[in-house]
């Protein structure tokens, strides 16, 4: 399904930007902080580009955007945004992102602390030919700078794609590691590598 590759480039940011979001919640007042990301990625599919993003968080409110350039130079781009509830422990999320073609591809959905070091998310994506689907996702603090997280993606037909993302950070450099099983139960993966600097805002 060609509209599937999309889904799997949102959210470039990776998933430490989750539980840095309730963190900004639970510190209201706290000082901006703007974390910038630069990598490259190949897929199990012969592909290969590089990426770039911006994460900016403060008072429980957390901004992302970015872009991805293939091999062939096709740009894509991407933003979000969620916003946390520090008395629910719950946060909204609305995002888009368009590929080198034009067609975009919109969501929308909710967050929810269900544990510690785990968050729990569903909602609903809207692609470019009209068509929707739902989700589920589970993102878990599995080690100290390490993040896993599992979505599972329901078309409208009722077939699924399964996805799980592994990100780890050490110091300013990371990986991550996406492997995305289709409803034909082909399995694509694509590794990405990047570097990250992170810079707080000074007090006013």
Do not use: C
Not at 88 to 106: E, H, L
């Amino acid at each position: 399904m060609k509209n599937e590759p999309l889904f799997k480039l949102i959210a470039i940011a990776g998933i430490a930007s989750v539980f840095l979001a309730f963190a900004s919640a639970a510190h209201a007042g706290q000082r901006e902080k703007e974390t910038t990301r630069t990598g490259s990625y190949t897929t199990s599919k012969g592909g290969s580009g590089t990426i770039s993003s911006t994460t900016t968080r403060a008072n429980g409110v957390v901004n992302k955007q970015g872009s991805w350039t293939n091999a062939a130079g096709g740009t894509g781009s991407w933003q979000s945004q969620t916003t946390w509830d520090k008395s629910t422990k719950t946060a909204t999320v609305d995002g888009s992102a368009t590929r080198p073609n034009g067609a975009t591809t919109t969501w929308q959905g909710t967050k929810a602390v269900t544990a510690p070091g785990t968050i729990s998310g569903s909602g609903t994506l809207t692609r470019a030919n009209g068509t929707t689907a739902t989700y589920q996702s589970t993102d878990t603090k599995a080690a100290p700078g390490t993040w896993d997280k599992s979505t599972v993606i329901t078309n409208a037909n009722g077939t699924t794609i399964d996805r799980s993302v592994q990100t780890t950070v050490s110091g300013s450099s990371g990986t991550r590691v996406e492997t995305t099983t289709l409803p034909d139960g082909k399995t694509v993966t694509r590794d990405t590598s990047f570097t990250q600097t992170t810079v707080t805002a000074p007090n006013p």
